[in-house]
Nanobody, 122 residues
Framework: QVQLVESGGGLVQAGGSLRLSCAAS????????MGWFRQAPGKEREFVAA????????YYAASMKGRFTIARDNAKNTVYLQMNSLKPEDTAAYYC???????????????WGQGTQVTVSS
C-alpha cells in the first residue's frame, strides 16, 4: 500500500494563500498519477486537480483553474497544491489521492490521505 499524509491547512482570510503538501511513502510514488479532492460539511467530495507521474499532464476543476496549481517533486515523494485568491467557498477538508484505477482521473483512486482542513474567513 501507499501511505499519504497531508499538511499545510489552516485558517486564512479571503484573498489569502496556502500551500498544501502531501508526503507519500515508498519508491512507487513516482509511478502514480496523483489527485487533490475536497469535501465541505454536508456536501459530496469534489475533484480539485490531478497530475501525471512526469508532471506532463495536469487537470483542474473549472472553479479552481487559474487560482490553484498542482505540482509534484518525485525526488521528495511529495505533491503540492498552491492555493491563491482563496474564497470562503473554498472552505473544506482537502485530501490527496494516488493511483486512479481508470482513465478518468477525477475519481476511482486506490489510496487516500487523512485530509487537512482549510478554512477561509470573509
Amino acid at each position: 500500500q501507499v501511505q499519504l499524509v497531508e499538511s499545510g491547512g489552516g485558517l486564512v482570510q479571503a484573498g489569502g494563500s496556502l500551500r498544501l503538501s502531501c508526503a507519500a511513502s515508498g519508491r512507487t510514488f513516482s509511478r502514480y498519477p496523483m489527485g487533490w479532492f475536497r469535501q465541505a460539511p454536508g456536501k459530496e467530495r469534489e475533484f480539485v486537480a490531478a497530475i501525471s507521474w512526469n508532471s506532463g499532464i495536469t487537470y483542474y476543476a473549472a472553479s479552481m483553474k487559474g487560482r490553484f496549481t498542482i505540482a509534484r517533486d518525485n525526488a521528495k515523494n511529495t505533491v503540492y497544491l498552491q492555493m491563491n485568491s482563496l474564497k470562503p467557498e473554498d472552505t473544506a477538508a482537502y485530501y490527496c489521492a494516488a493511483r486512479p484505477r481508470g482513465s478518468n482521473w477525477q475519481d476511482g483512486y486506490d489510496y487516500w490521505g487523512q485530509g487537512t482542513q482549510v478554512t477561509v474567513s470573509s
